[in-house]
């Protein structure tokens, strides 16, 4: 339901002032004080944990060494080029498809990995930030809150700041994703398949970004995307050696076999970590005295066939906003393992959803259900700090569980969208 003011234009030149814009939108401020928030009881959380006799680890908000992600495959890469390294039984796996093996082995080549692995974090981060800066001052709001408000945001989220300090070669499929939402948004359908082509190639999952071109007639792009997977899936396969034959079933036996691994742990670190759907089949299967590893297929069969039809027999006619959402959510939610640094890939819808509250703001419009999904996004983006007491059985992954399905039932419920008005950003 949407609802105008007819003094919005009245509205917005009282906000205007000389040389200067209009403020944020009330939402916008509320998401942004309530991060802030969060963040503060983060550190006040992990210094009374520390001074109880946590270790440092937790204090600072992470429970994982840091860059464990990037550095533990390196014993695996002396092994490069021969079928040991695909033998779980030589070497740590490597747990990611060809491609995302490649880009991890990049990393690895420039000799410094990890300094490496800031730099392009770093200059994503600061490319994102610009973008923002220049689209909210585009859209009239003032240049100071412009650049201050992506910058905490990025400083203070903590799927941004799990996903640096564990270096994982997320932060390429993030790249690739974002960079193809951007082209998308700008009807530059081939440049958005070709990165999405390659975010898929990095970890599979985001495969499921293809299905966004299907509602609008674009076969092309969702061929040239498919062709982009399977390029850079063989040419890699080719580049690992020793031959396609060796990296074919290496690949899926570390990648697959890391996902069983996981997929029958119902532990404190899984309950914390996990927010895949997959983790309430658990509970189900616990219940009932079953092994959760016999309803991995079913799930994925039943999962997969009931996003395809709530996408086709509704997603379609919704806006770009809520299909992206709904999409991005449902990508990061079926793997039966998704952890907290995944959630770096909602930022591009949520960045959706904050242009469209601008521009209601703008309007004098209201939109349902707008308010209430952004500001979902704040406990969603919490550290797990804040949901982890296991004395009461509360957990991270349960809470973030809960919370990506209640944003995928408000993206298929509420048109996020102005009468009129297109998606573009900025």
């Known amino acids: 339901m949407i609802s105008t003011d007819s003094h919005g234009s009245e509205i917005e030149a009282e906000r205007l002032n000389e040389g200067g814009g209009m403020p944020l939108p009330k939402v916008l401020r509320w998401f942004w004080i309530g991060s802030a928030i969060t963040f503060a009881l983060?550190?006040?959380?992990?210094?009374?944990?520390?001074?109880?006799?946590?270790n440092l680890y937790r204090w600072s908000g992470f429970d994982t060494p840091y860059f464990r992600d990037l550095i533990e495959d390196l014993p695996a890469f002396?092994?490069?080029?021969?079928?040991?390294?695909?033998?779980?039984?030589?070497?740590?796996p490597v747990a990611y498809p060809p491609f995302g093996a490649v880009e991890l082995m990049l990393l690895y080549a420039t000799g410094r990995p990890v300094i490496?692995?800031?730099?392009?974090?770093?200059?994503a981060l600061g490319l994102v930030v610009w973008g923002v800066r220049c689209a909210l001052v585009k859209s009239g709001i003032d240049r100071r809150t412009a650049i201050l408000?992506?910058?905490?945001?990025?400083?203070i989220s903590f799927p941004i700041q799990k996903l640096v300090v564990q270096g994982n070669i997320e932060i390429f499929l993030w790249i690739f994703a974002a960079a193809g939402a951007w082209a998308f948004l700008r009807d530059r359908d081939d440049i958005a398949a070709i990165f999405w082509g390659l975010a898929a190639a990095s970890k599979l999952y985001p495969a499921a970004l293809l299905l966004l071109?299907?509602?609008?007639?674009?076969?092309?792009?969702?061929?040239?995307?498919?062709?982009?997977?399977?390029?850079?899936?063989?040419?890699?396969?080719v580049y690992l050696g020793p031959d396609l034959g060796v990296v074919w079933k290496g690949s899926l036996q570390n990648v697959f076999g890391y996902q069983q691994l996981r997929a029958a742990e119902l532990s404190t670190r899984e309950l914390n970590a996990n927010h895949s759907w997959f983790l309430l089949v658990k509970f189900v299967a616990a219940v009932f005295?079953?092994?959760?590893?016999?309803?991995?297929?079913?799930y994925y069969v039943g999962g997969g066939l009931l996003f395809l039809a709530v996408f086709f027999?509704?997603?379609?006619?919704?806006?770009?906003?809520?299909?992206?959402?709904?999409?991005?959510?449902?990508?990061?939610?079926?793997?039966?393992?998704?952890?907290?640094?995944?959630?770096?890939n909602l930022y591009a819808p949520l960045l959706m959803l904050?242009?469209?509250?601008?521009?209601?703001?703008?309007?004098?419009?209201?939109?349902?259900?707008?308010?209430?999904?952004?500001?979902?996004?704040?406990?969603?983006?919490?550290?797990?700090?804040?949901?982890?007491?296991?004395?009461?059985?509360?957990?991270?992954?349960?809470?973030?569980?809960?919370?990506?399905?209640?944003?995928?039932?408000?993206?298929?419920?509420?048109?996020?969208?102005?009468?009129?008005?297109?998606?573009?950003?900025?």
């Open 116 to 123: 490496s692995f800031l730099v392009l974090a770093l200059a």
């Open 78 to 92: 002396r092994l490069l080029h021969t079928a040991l390294f695909f033998d779980p039984a030589s070497s740590t």
């Open 213 to 237: 071109f299907l509602p609008r007639r674009r076969f092309r792009a969702f061929t040239v995307g498919f062709i982009v997977f399977v390029v850079a899936s063989v040419l890699s396969m």
């Open 313 to 344: 027999g509704r997603l379609r006619k919704m806006p770009v906003a809520n299909q992206l959402l709904a999409v991005s959510i449902f990508m990061l939610t079926l793997p039966t393992i998704s952890y907290f640094h995944t959630l770096v």
């Open 42 to 54: 983060t550190l006040l959380v992990g210094f009374l944990e520390f001074r109880a006799g946590m």
């Open 354 to 426: 904050f242009f469209v509250a601008v521009r209601a703001d703008k309007a004098g419009v209201r939109i349902d259900g707008l308010s209430t999904a952004i500001l979902l996004f704040i406990p969603l983006f919490a550290s797990f700090q804040l949901f982890t007491f296991p004395t009461v059985f509360l957990f991270c992954g349960v809470v973030q569980t809960v919370l990506l399905l209640v944003l995928f039932l408000y993206a298929v419920q509420y048109p996020f969208e102005l009468p009129g008005r297109g998606e573009r950003i900025g």
């Open 289 to 298: 005295g079953m092994s959760a590893l016999a309803l991995v297929k079913l």
């Open 149 to 155: 408000f992506p910058l905490t945001l990025s400083l």
